[in-house]
């Protein structure tokens, strides 16, 4: 149910294929049985649910946009936007969760030589194997150029020392993508190497205590001497920055996405609760004010969803302006997502403020989204530098 | 082997539902359609056993009119291998009578060696047509089936009845009727979404099954007319003005419900 229909408003340049439409039912139904029953529980127990995830890998979710050659659904990045929207209907935290997961196998499918794809992406792709993306360090977030994690040769191998921070799904998943210095300082002396979950001298720290997202582990990844073949390096040396923000430009569309799915249910809700509960002697949908909130609810979310899609046929296109485009959606979506799902709560009045509603787990989960996978004011560097160097 | 699963488009159940008292038929544009629940769960039963066996082949087959190809599409993302879709302007408001003779004359030549369908549809539920088809084929049935077991050249199920249940069992051609007792269908995949265009889908006209638009068995039953269910009455809505829980209390008390 929404406010007005579904489908954007500017067809046909953002039609649904009939293929489409049925991805968007598939993913509806898996939401609605797998995830939505069990969200508030999920997140009130801190329980990260492999058994649904590994459920979810059989249907194509642990590698949307992967090659099929190696086991992916080999989607495009228009068809993932329409997937993450819907799965956060669902839960929002375990469809982030899903999001960084492909980013770790699109990575590996995209950079990797014949035999890394080989060796790791098909169990990435069922899902059989959940992958961690570890780039942010304790004194290295938004300037993650500046990460000091060392990755030194020694013969065939390299000897990584160093921790990451806030590392998503950490501890319970089992292939690390780890962006380590190689070279000089700043982005050319980054690479990546691909780290298995038993390797020696890897450890996590405790599962950090936090507002949302609970539903999914968030630990520190510690890295002791820890010896990672050359077979294992992800590319070449010096090329990890560039890959790991290529990455990101994907992840940030999923994120938006899931900010949109979870405040389009936040508002779906919103507008069942205000059409039923009566207060002054009638609904409370006939107080003007509260029709004018639902609108500028709908009004930007659907602005969102456009700038997402559109931004997703950029990746899909190879548009130069691209990684502005994947900002300008995070940042907007992201906002105008937890602007919304704040208000929905407050259309709840004091129910929005219970967890048996829903809604206040989906204001918290989508707060992190305008902090993580680079913060809103990083988008706004990014779009504002490339403006500006178009000027000059 | 072959497997035939006969698989219908119905108005989603948990809709509202709508009849035309004009036509006494279905509305179809009232409600979204989905594959009817419980013919889902009978192509889950023959995915199932093809699983288990990669050389089954898995057909769906659907009677209704163009846009039913929706039902057939979801049961190729599903697995199936292919579809039979009949479909003719003749068979609007076809009974349970003329739908059984139409599909039979499809199956007659179609080499299934098992025939599945629901015991019933969400939106008839006239349960008739299973028995109907194997009567028109000359084949064994066996309905209303949970836990499908095919062995040797036989299917075996059981049958629950109030006070029993009972093992049936019948040589191979067979038509088999399952309850919702079967497992729950499994989602498509992102790759049976993809592939499903690329699957086989046979459209059959009447006159394609040898029966002369003319010459098919004319509606045996007709619905004269119908009227929406009233509304509900004898209701005495209470005005909480402070009293309506010693009202209500009250009005338990007096019907000797509490
Ligand atoms: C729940 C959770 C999960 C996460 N998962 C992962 C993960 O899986 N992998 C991973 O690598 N990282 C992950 N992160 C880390 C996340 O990406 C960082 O927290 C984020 O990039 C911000 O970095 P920081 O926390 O160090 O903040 P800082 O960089 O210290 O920023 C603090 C504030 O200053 C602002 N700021 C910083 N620089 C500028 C500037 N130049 N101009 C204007 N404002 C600026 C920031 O926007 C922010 O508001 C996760 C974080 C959280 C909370």
Redesign the pocket.
Known sequence: MTLLNDAPMAAPAHALTDEQAALVDMVRDFARHELEPHAIEWDRTKHFPVDVIRGAGELGFGGIYVSEDVGGAGLTRADAALIFEELAKGDVTIAAYIS?HNMVAWMIDTFGDGAQRERWVPRLASMEHLG?????EPD?????AALSTRAVRDGDEYVLTGV???????GSTDVYIVMARTGEPGPAGITAFIVPSDAAGLSFGAN?V?MG?NAQP?RAVILDGVRVPAADRLGGEGQGFTMAMKALNGGRLNIAACSLGGAQWALDRAVQHIRTRRAFGKPLSEQQSLVFTIADMETELQAARLLLRSAAQSIDTGHPDVAAHCAMAKRFATDVAFTAANAALQLHGGYGYLAEYGIEKVVRDLR?HQ????????MK?IIGRSVLEKAS | MRIIVLIKHVPDTWEERVLDPATGRLDRSASERVVDEITERALEAALALKDSDKSIEVVALTMGPGESTGAIKKALSMGADSGIHLVDDALAGADAMTTAATIAAALRDAGADLIIAGNESTDGRGGMLPAMLAEHLGLPALTFISDLVVEGGRVRGERATETATSVVSAALPAVVSITEGMPEPRFPSFKGIMGAKKKPVASHSLADLGLAADATPRAASVVLSCEPRPGRTGAEPIVDDGSAGQRLADYLAQQRLV
């Open positions: 960084i961690s993306y570890c780039l942010t290295a977030g938004s300037d993650a990451k921070q806030f590392i998503s799904g950490a950090e936090k997202w968030t992190v902090i993580l996978e680079g913060t809103n004011e990083i560097l």
